[in-house]
């Protein structure tokens, strides 16, 4: 039981990496048009997207390798996802 623990975590740390680097993305799109059109409060979205991110890495990177390199692939996947329904 006690092996189930570390595989069980690698595979949240990949779930939640999709769904936060589709998050992360699908939020990029919003951000960049408020900045163009003047709208500083962007900024501070931009800074807490990036908090959420760098947070969310670190908690993998604390967890282990196995959970960051997961949780890395999760946010890229996540990534592909939403750049293949944008396009």
Not at 33 to 60: I, Y
Not at 69 to 80: F, I, K, P, Q, S
Request: charged letters at 15%; hydrophobic letters at 65%; one cysteine or more.
């Amino acid at each position: 039981m006690s092996d189930l623990a570390p595989t069980l975590i690698t595979i949240l740390a990949a779930l939640a990496g999709g769904g936060l680097g589709a998050l992360h993305f699908l939020t990029l799109r919003r951000v960049s048009d408020m900045l163009l059109n003047g709208r500083l409060v962007a900024v501070g979205l931009q800074l807490a997207r990036l908090a959420v991110m760098a947070l969310f890495l670190w908690l993998c990177a604390r967890a282990g390798a196995a959970p960051l390199l997961a949780g890395a692939a999760g946010v890229l996947a996540g990534r592909a996802i939403v750049l293949r329904r944008v396009r």
